[in-house]
Structure formats: structure tokens, C-alpha cells
């Protein structure tokens, strides 16, 4: 079965950037929308940014839209370029991978990574 691995958070200054991967193992990302998900302290899981690989199509929430970057980079990996970051950004990050017409409904997604810390701060 396809397994997610999440790589890349750390700590940044308000303004910074960061890059994070999910990495798939065990399968193929082909035939999946893969979503990052981002869950801040005390909130609930909201999905931020998805793409569809077949078609390459990428989605973006209004609060992310122009700051954030979701691409596939290589066969088994999905980026997502995060700059301009601010310390609302701050949450645990985490890839997901669903079915087509999955949106941000995080019920909806099956396989998920074990999140990667993102804290931005001065």
C-alpha cells in the first residue's frame, strides 16, 4: 500500500521560506490527488493546497493563494514551496493522498504522512 513521508519543516523568521516534500513508497502517485493539510494549535486539520497528477492540476486556499507552491517534483514526490511565510503558517504539515473529487474534506482521504513541524517566529 502507498506510504507518504513528510520532510522539510523547521523554524523560519516571519518572511522566510521552506520547502516540504511528501515522498511516496510502496506505490505510485499516479492515480492520486495529494493534499497538504496544515493543523495550527488548538484548530482543526484544514486543507491548504491539493494537485490532481494526471491532470496537473494544483488548488490553492485564499489564505495560502500566491505565497504557496504545490508541484510534482520527480516520480514520487509532491512539493509545496512556502514563502513569504507569516507566524499564522505555523502548524504541523501534513500530506494526504485521495481520490479524485476528494477537495479539502480531510474524511476523505485515506493515507496520510506523519506531519513535518513548520514554526515561524522571531
Known amino acids: 500500500q502507498l506510504q507518504l513521508v513528510e520532510s522539510g519543516g523547521g523554524l523560519v523568521q516571519p518572511g522566510g521560506s521552506l520547502r516540504l516534500s511528501c515522498t511516496a513508497t510502496r506505490g505510485t502517485l499516479d492515480d492520486y490527488v495529494i493534499t497538504w493539510f496544515r493543523q495550527a494549535p488548538g484548530k482543526e486539520r484544514e486543507g491548504i493546497s491539493l494537485i490532481i497528477i494526471r491532470e496537473v492540476g494544483t488548488y490553492y486556499r485564499d489564505s495560502v493563494r500566491g505565497r504557496f507552491t504545490i508541484s510534482r517534483d520527480g516520480e514520487d514526490t509532491v512539493a509545496l514551496q512556502m514563502d513569504s511565510l507569516t507566524p499564522e503558517d505555523t502548524g504541523v504539515y501534513y500530506c494526504?493522498?485521495?481520490?479524485w473529487g476528494s477537495g479539502w474534506n480531510a474524511n476523505q482521504y485515506g493515507l496520510w504522512g506523519q506531519g513535518t513541524q513548520v514554526t515561524v517566529s522571531t
Open positions: 494526504a493522498a485521495g481520490q
